[in-house]
Nanobody
Framework: QEQLVQSGGGLVEPGGSLRLSCAAS????????VAWFRQAPGQEREGISC????????HYIDSVKGRFIITRDHAKNTVYLQMNSLKPEDTAIYYC?????????????????WGLGTQVTVSS
């Protein structure tokens, strides 16, 4: 089966860091654009970052720019989200998603492979 397997996440204090992993199983992630989304309680799913299939060009929304870094390890068939200087408002369930079209986009409907999500909680 073609799946995205997520790991990482957890509880951290404000200002701390976490690294999320998104590993593809059953297909080559290098041919896909990959994005990270998050959903906080009572809110809609929000796209926060993506990396292209062509040349690993990256995009970030303003609220995470300068704090979060998305990277790809082609050999490990994995995309990462390094999260630094975490804030309480970053608390959410984080999802990775893969898109075979290859556009740099944070539109959820354009992604066809989804991870199950991992909880990130930022609290003192």
């Amino acid at each position: 089966q073609e799946q995205l397997v997520q790991s990482g996440g957890g509880l951290v204090e404000p200002g701390g860091s976490l690294r999320l992993s998104c590993a593809a199983s059953g297909f080559s992630l290098s041919r896909y654009s990959v994005a990270w989304f998050r959903q906080a309680p009572g809110q809609e799913r929000e796209g926060i970052s993506c990396i292209s299939r062509e040349d690993d060009t990256t995009h970030y929304i303003d609220s995470v720019k300068g704090r979060f870094i998305i990277t790809r390890d082609h050999a490990k068939n994995t995309v990462y989200l390094q999260m630094n200087s975490l804030k309480p408002e970053d608390t959410a369930i984080y999802y990775c998603a893969a898109d075979s079209i290859g556009l740099i986009t944070l539109i959820p409907d354009l992604y066809d492979h989804w991870g199950l999500g991992t909880q990130v909680t930022v609290s003192s």
